[in-house]
């Protein structure tokens, strides 16, 4: 299984970034799905997640600026990104949890390799 993210970049503050993360490989299923973010000297957190079915959560660090969406047809993520400050500059990652085979009903945590977002004051 392989996840790979683009759409990272440098911007300036208040401007917005779509990042998307496309996944490949042995997908059987793809259950949740989720951004992550990770600043310099910090824990890696939680941005946004969202379910199969469609069901979102934020941090609240960005809710009501960032949206979080899937095409599950396509096995791909996308995150927009709008009114960005120099805090959200961070390296973001995407994770899926994935059922690689049919006879095996366990979901397995899969990371994408990262993609930097810079946002300038």
């Known amino acids: 299984v392989q996840l790979v993210e683009s759409g990272g970049g440098l911007v300036q503050a208040g401007g917005s970034l779509r990042l998307s993360c496309a996944a490949s490989g042995s997908l059987f299923s793809i259950n949740s799905m989720g951004w992550y973010r990770q600043a310099p000297g910090k824990q890696r957190e939680s941005v946004a997640v969202?379910?199969?079915?469609?069901?979102?959560n934020y941090a609240d660090s960005v809710k009501g600026r960032f949206t979080i969406s899937r095409d599950n047809a396509k096995n791909t993520m996308y995150l927009q990104m709008n009114s960005l400050k120099p805090e959200d500059t961070a390296v973001y990652y995407c994770?899926?949890?994935?059922?690689?085979?049919?006879?095996?009903?366990?979901?397995?945590?899969?990371w994408g390799q990262g993609t930097q977002v810079t946002v300038s004051s």
């Open positions: 994770n899926a949890e994935v059922r690689t085979t049919w006879f095996s009903a366990s979901y397995y945590p899969y």
């Open positions: 969202i379910s199969s079915g469609g069901v979102s």
